[in-house]
């Protein structure tokens, strides 16, 4: 099984760079080739409101294949339709990295296209992103208001022209989404998810999460995706799909995670929207880490649970006996504990669900 390298902090240029180092990346570009990085620029919005691509996992991305002999490196993107890709590369501040590292910014609305035989059909796919040496798919972990969740695989969308993201929603999204995930099947993916957003792909709810992770199976990634939002396979069916059409391995456990460090090393949960709030009214955090907070807020929003039990979360609950739920290991002395350092969404859902 692909092992799932993961790191927690708030430096995207950092947590990248140790990312690539850990899992030997540069063994996946072939000799003398090119890579082209493929972020989450789905509008003109900032990364910290939880829509779009650190600017800092560019540049630990450029940092790291520059220094292990890349010359050819580019940035490729295309916003949705109705949004112009160089206004959002300019808001989330790619203009300045590109500049910086004198690196080019490619624009797919304006790329030419190939037909590629998938699953369901032919698709047209941009050529920058086919003809790519290495292709690193950069999404945000993050919600949708149609497809529940997008990651991985749903991020590869940005590789087709605007006609083709169009028919894309006249086929209701799921089966193309798979069909052009095991089409092309990308090698490298880092998954941004300090802090996207819960259900809006546009961004505007972020939930501090302070995480990425790494691996090089796009299926294998989403369904990790899932279970961090405590998601059930079937709500999002495109990533079981795609799984069907060979794009790659859906099941994950532990063993294939690598953590490069410990979730206590992430910043505490810095900003709290009005939704989070009103979520965690009956929630006791003391010290909690923003990994493990994140879990909670997720599954009290998957759930829909009016939440009348007292829930306690956090370091500062360490040794002592807690009348209710307790969330991570930290808590175990409370009546019931979630047990994990996180525990994901997933479980912690669960539990919210046996105490109804
Ligand atoms: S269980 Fe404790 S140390 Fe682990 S993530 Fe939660 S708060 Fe942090």
Redesign the pocket.
């Known amino acids: 099984m692909a092992k799932i390298y993961q790191i927690y902090g708030q430096d995207a240029h950092e947590m990248t760079v140790k990312l690539l180092e850990a899992s030997d990346a540069i063994r996946l570009v072939p000799s003398g080739g090119s890579v082209a990085l493929k972020p989450n620029l789905v509008i003109a919005g900032t990364p910290e409101s939880g829509s779009t691509t650190h600017a800092g996992v560019l540049s630990g991305c450029i940092s790291y294949f520059r220094d292990h002999g890349v010359e050819d490196i580019s940035v490729i993107e295309g916003s949705w339709v109705g949004d112009e890709t160089m206004r959002a590369m300019r808001r989330a501040g790619y203009d300045q990295v590109c500049r910086k590292y004198g690196v080019p910014f490619y624009d797919l609305k304006k790329d030419q296209t190939r037909p590629v035989q998938t699953a369901i059909g032919k698709i047209d796919v941009c050529c920058r992103a086919l003809d790519a040496g290495l292709l690193v798919d950069l999404p945000v972990l993050k919600g949708h208001c149609q497809t529940v969740m997008t990651c991985a695989l749903k991020n590869l969308k940005g590789c087709l022209p605007d006609r083709e993201k169009r028919r894309f929603h006249a086929m209701g999204l799921q089966k193309p989404i798979a069909a052009l995930g095991a089409a092309l099947k990308p090698r490298l993916i880092v998954v941004d998810s300090i802090c996207g957003d819960l259900d809006f792909e546009e961004g505007g709810t972020p939930v501090q999460t302070n995480r990425m992770y790494l691996g090089t199976d796009a299926v294998q990634l989403d369904a990790y995706g899932l279970s961090l939002m405590g998601l059930m396979p079937e709500e999002v069916p495109y990533v079981g799909l795609c799984e069907q059409f060979g794009g790659g391995k859906a099941s994950w456990t532990e063993d294939d995670l690598v953590l490069l460090n ?3 090393e ?1 910043a505490p949960y810095p900003r709290r929207s009005g939704t989070v709030v009103s979520l965690t009214r009956n929630v006791h955090e003391n ?3 923003s ?3 994140a879990s909670l807020v997720r599954a009290l929003y998957t759930t829909r649970l009016g939440q009348k039990e007292d829930i306690y ?3 500062g609950w ?1 040794g002592q006996k807690l009348d209710g739920l307790g ?5 175990r002395g409370a009546e019931t504990c979630v047990m ?4 994901t969404a997933e479980k912690v859902a669960q539990a919210l669900q046996e105490i109804r």
Not at 327 to 331: A, R
Not at 340 to 343: I, L, M, R
């Open positions: 410990e979730p206590s992430a010290q909690a880490c990994a493990c907070f979360i956090g370091q360490k969330i991570g290991k930290c808590c994990g350092c996180p525990p």
